[in-house]
């Protein structure tokens, strides 16, 4: 039996996402997924849904679908300690797959939604296998978390709002038309979907950059970490040969680089010392000053901030997501995006 998403799931979904606007520039996106603060001797991440009640931060992406093609020719996902098949035998999977199905996470997606989130999923990751074809991907992509129909729906009738790009090594995919393909699924739908991606600061990224020039890219989740010389770490030292980089991607929005001249920039930071690099951690509230400096000084390109990740986020004292939040809120504007 084929698993269609009935409409007023659809209607329902549309009328929740009602909290997060792209064109303000005091947005938080935190990924979610992948536990890494428990490395950190830090509590394990929470389910979904015991973040949905935090205002503080506006996207969550769901990180990771690491695997394009699996057992099947399905995608295979994992988020650690909430559902994760390899570590615990009672995660169901889809006959003849590897793809999970992760019921309380549908319920968790729709409740943060009715809480006015958007729910990305993140696609690809450190240890991503990008082995598919992107016509396949897409439609597959379309079916399982979106408005298509399928026998197999990871979560269910929840509906997520877009796909993240987190491609972190050179592949034989084709990200241009895959990206393409889910732009055009996305105008077919009934409700607004985003597309976005985590390019690392060093510009033009070497993965994500011709994908940014070449197709619609709402929002850049840019990587200020583990890079050495544009880290956030090197903010306020003078430009070249070393410094936080965000005037070189502020430069390619004005000039019109990007193939989505709306696209919204935001500036990434690992939420722990040990979340990435040590050389490329810096405090919340060196973060939060920094926010309010690029927020101030480029007030056209800037959307907000992203961290990675929840684990490390709540385990911060304070809360690295929410210091950023509240500092960005201070300068906090909305206007128009097309």
């Avoid at 938080?28 to 935090?54: E, F, I, K, R, T």
């Avoid at 020719?73 to 797959?97: E, H, M, Q, R």
């Avoid at 897409?138 to 197999?152: A, C, H, N, P, V």
């Avoid at 919340?284 to 927020?295: H, I, R, T």
Wanted: net charge negative; proline share 5%; charged share 15%.
């Amino acid at each position: 039996m084929y698993f269609f998403v009935p409409l007023v799931a659809v209607l329902c979904a549309a009328l929740g996402v009602m909290g997060f606007d792209i064109s303000c520039n005091s947005n938080m996106a935190v990924y979610w997924g992948q536990n890494s603060g428990a490395s950190g001797s830090l509590p394990y991440q929470q389910p979904l849904g015991a973040y949905c009640d935090d205002d503080s931060v506006d996207i969550i992406l769901l990180s990771f679908l690491y695997i394009l093609k699996g057992k099947g020719g399905y995608p295979v996902l994992n988020f650690a300690n909430i559902c994760d098949y390899t570590k615990n035998a009672s995660v169901p999977v889809f006959p003849g797959t590897e793809l999970m199905h992760c019921s309380d996470m549908g319920v968790d997606i729709k409740r943060c939604q009715e809480k006015g989130k958007i729910i990305l999923l993140s696609i690809g990751g450190a240890t991503a296998q990008l082995n598919s074809d992107a016509g396949t991907f897409s439609k597959q992509i379309w079916d399982l978390f979106m408005e298509g129909s399928s026998e197999f729906r990871p979560f269910d009738d929840a509906i997520i709002d877009g796909i993240d790009l987190d491609f972190e090594q050179q592949s034989q995919f084709d990200t241009i038309q895959f990206a393409n393909n889910m732009n055009n699924y996305f105008k077919s739908g009934t409700r607004k979907y985003y597309l976005t991606a985590a390019p690392q600061c060093p510009y033009p990224d070497a993965n994500l950059g011709n994908l940014l020039v070449q197709s619609h890219v709402d929002m850049a989740f840019i990587q200020f970490y583990n890079s050495g010389w544009c880290d956030n770490s090197k903010y306020g030292l003078p430009h070249w040969p070393e410094s936080m980089n965000y005037y070189m991607w502020d430069a390619a929005w004005r000039n019109n680089s990007f193939a989505n001249p709306n696209m919204r920039l935001y500036v990434g930071s690992t939420a722990g010392s040990s979340a990435g690099n040590p050389s490329s951690y810096v405090s919340p509230d060196f973060f939060a000053n920094e926010l309010k400096g690029l927020q101030k000084d480029y007030p056209d390109s800037f959307g907000g901030a992203m961290t990675w990740d929840m684990s490390w986020a709540y385990g911060s004292s304070p809360n690295y997501a929410t210091n950023a939040k509240q500092a960005m809120m201070a300068g906090s504007k909305c206007g128009s995006y097309a």
